[in-house]
């Protein structure tokens, strides 16, 4: 009797953690290979955040105030000197020395679903058969530990994609909500109990895995054991915000992706070498200036916020921030919104930026025309993108991973350039 009921409590446990976003085929492998040292020695770790719907380079980074569809927005100095961005982010102007704006960005794929994959994958969706790894996969399988009590890859505020043909191991931990961070990890017994527990269901489990074989067994073993090791971490503070300073938390403004980056800080600052965010609402075929002027609101405060945070904690120099999304918006404004215009997909130019990580601050990398239609100076791809990322990050971006039918495929494709002015000292191209 005792066996059947402790069996129904670990199902409902099991369930339990289903729902906190612990397990499930997509979820199954935070626990991935961190502490290998990048080029200039330091451990790396990224903070991706994902403007969800494509940002207006016109109305951000690269403004073009006497072009056609300019709008009303006014650009203004930074502390980079000959840098200009947008009026409605203020206090990231005052920290671009510290970062980089990517103009020339120029990727080919202006639909929402194809272009998202291409920007976390360097692949395009569907090419020879195979789902990609996204970028946080891969930093979980390069820089990730096996020793961590903590996951090696985490979005926030939405799905992102996952470890593709790298399998279940490197796919990311999902925060629906960062206010209530993860839900029920703790134990309803005390401690002596919760172990005795556990180790029962080890011995029951032993028998089940001499006659059955599997990856999805395995899976479901080794999500167990990793609950398990989360549950009993006194890192598993870092999802709790409440354990942070009223004062600091303020800092990053209100809502879900304000404290979606608080808690990206929070996780990078326990060793999460790779956690993305979402803001979405960048859509904007409507509307686009006040949505555009709303958004930037949001991730003025929360962007500075983290940059000062990051450099307070002697952190900056090995986090990298990017701020993207999937592409741009076009140059001109489009009439179907009546009073409230917009902007349509764009992805022949448009504009990225990065900040921290080792990279040289202060910069401005290539350049579009006077309408901002095309670009007029280095032209940057997904390609070198990805591969600009691992080389900040200290990831040889020429190795192969072997896919189904023990297929080589490299980190980065091909025929990728990337761009030199951004790597720290020694990092490798």
């Known amino acids: 009797m005792f066996s059947e009921r402790l069996q129904a409590k670990t199902r409902r446990d099991f369930l339990r953690l289903s729902s906190a976003g612990i397990f499930g085929a997509g979820l199954s492998g935070w626990m991935s290979p961190l502490a290998a040292a990048a080029a200039n020695g330091k451990t790396k770790s990224c903070i991706l955040l994902w403007m969800e719907g494509g940002p207006s380079h016109k109305d951000t980074f690269d403004l073009k105030p006497d072009s056609k569809g300019a709008g009303s927005f006014k650009p203004i100095k930074t502390s980079a000197p000959g840098i200009e961005i947008s009026e409605h982010l203020p206090n990231v102007a005052k920290l671009m020395n510290h970062g980089a704006v990517i103009r020339s960005m120029t990727t080919g794929e202006g639909a929402h679903g194809r272009a998202r994959y291409y920007m976390h994958t360097g692949y395009k969706e569907g090419v020879g058969g195979l789902t990609y790894p996204s970028i946080g996969s891969i930093v979980s399988q390069e820089l990730g530990s096996e020793a961590a009590t903590v996951p090696n890859y985490v979005t926030i505020n939405g799905r992102s994609f996952g470890s593709g043909f790298l399998g279940p191991k490197h796919q990311p931990l999902i925060i629906s909500d960062p206010l209530k961070g993860l839900e029920d990890l703790k134990p309803l017994v005390n401690d002596g109990q919760f172990d005795k527990r556990v180790n029962l269901l080890n011995e029951m489990e032993q028998s089940f895995l001499k006659s059955y074989q599997g990856d999805s067994v395995t899976d479901h073993k080794t999500n167990y054991a990793r609950a398990v090791k989360l549950m009993q971490s006194k890192e ?65 405060l929360a962007l500075s916020a983290l940059i000062n945070d990051l450099k307070a904690r002697r952190l900056l120099d090995s986090t990298l921030v990017i701020w993207m999304g999937e592409f741009g918006r076009t140059p001109n404004i489009n009439t179907r919104g009546g009073d409230k215009p917009g902007r349509d997909h764009y992805a022949k130019a448009w504009s990225l930026a990065m900040f921290g990580g080792g990279i040289k601050g202060g910069q401005v990398i290539g350049a579009t025309d006077k309408e901002g239609a095309v670009v007029a100076d280095r032209p940057v791809t997904a390609l070198d993108f990805m591969s ?3 080389g900040i990050l200290g990831v040889d971006s020429r190795k192969e991973n072997v896919a189904a039918n023990a297929r080589p495929i490299r980190i980065v494709d091909k025929g990728a350039k ?8 020694g990092a490798a191209v």
């Open 236 to 300: 598993v503070k870092a999802f709790d915000l409440t354990q942070e300073a009223p004062a600091s938390r303020e800092k990053y403004g209100t809502g879900k992706f304000a404290d979606g980056v608080l808690m990206a800080r929070r996780l990078v600052e326990v060793g999460v070498p790779f956690v993305e965010v979402n803001l979405g609402g960048w859509d904007t075929h409507e509307n686009v200036f006040e949505r555009v002027k709303t958004l930037s609101g949001q991730v003025d």
């Open 388 to 390: 600009t990322v691992c």
């Open 418 to 425: 990337p761009i030199t002015q951004l790597l720290p000292n």
